[in-house]
Structure formats: structure tokens, C-alpha cells
């Protein structure tokens, strides 16, 4: 439901008006950066990333 509810927000706000596309590239790099954390515990959690890097 949750994933319904930004994807219906990304559209509104990504067609709404002309966007640029500087727009789309702060979008993403915004959206990369709110799921690093959750790739790396993730991965962190599977043995998935090199043994300095895993989370405790």
C-alpha cells in the first residue's frame, strides 16, 4: 500500500508541470540515498558485503 501511495505521488509530482531534468536526477539521488541504509543492513545482515562492512 505504501509503495502504491509514493508511486501515485512521484507521478504527481514528476507530471504535474514540466519538470527538468535536474528534477528527476535530485529525485533519484534523493531516493538512492534513503535506501543506502537499508542495502546495507540488509546485505549486511545476509553476508552478503566484505566483513568490515557489516552491521552490528
Known amino acids: 500500500m505504501l509503495s502504491a501511495v509514493i508511486h501515485a505521488a ?3 509530482l514528476g507530471k504535474s508541470r514540466k519538470p527538468s ?3 528527476f ?3 533519484s539521488l534523493g531516493a538512492g540515498g ?3 541504509p537499508v542495502i546495507a543492513t ?3 545482515t545476509t553476508g552478503l558485503l566484505p566483513g568490515w562492512w ?3
Open 10 to 12: 512521484w507521478n504527481l
Open 21 to 23: 531534468p535536474a528534477f
Open 25 to 27: 536526477a535530485v529525485a
Open 34 to 36: 534513503l535506501l543506502i
Open 42 to 44: 540488509v546485505w549486511g
Open 54 to 56: 557489516r552491521c552490528r
